[in-house]
């Protein structure tokens, strides 16, 4: 149905547009179900001669932790060997040592252990 120099058709295609837009913008971003320490305390932070870490928290995370992890509920792995694992290793002791909590966002795979959710980012809270 096209009227008077296709002015129907534009309208429905800026509504459909508007429409599309608003829903990008309202939409969830992270889709995927990741675990999160959410202002969670340091229990220990454990590191092993390959370079491979991970901190337990005192509590479990929270939202929907990855899949692949068997046994460790309150715990997010790094890797040392990295300059994003330096940085999450000294976050964590950093904490640890001065009774702070943290926020830290898993990445919803075990790729640094088989059986820990992998840190994703993650900061100081108090």
Partial sequence: MQYKNGWVIEAL????????LL???????????????ENLEVDFVRVDS?????????SAL???PA?????????LA????????????????VAKTTNKRIRAVG???CTIYGSIESWSWGKIMD
Avoid: H, M
């Fill in 13 to 20: 295609a800026k509504r459909w547009t508007l429409a599309s």
């Fill in 23 to 37: 829903i990008c913008l309202v939409a969830p971003t992270n889709v995927s179900a990741n675990g999160i320490a």
């Fill in 50 to 58: 390959s370079g491979y870490g991970y901190v337990n928290f005192v």
């Fill in 62 to 64: 929270t939202s929907t």
């Fill in 67 to 75: 899949t692949c992890i068997n046994g460790y509920p309150n715990a």
């Fill in 78 to 93: 790094f890797d040392t060997n990295t300059a994003g694992g330096k940085a999450i290793y000294t976050i964590a002791l």
């Fill in 107 to 109: 990445t919803n795979n």
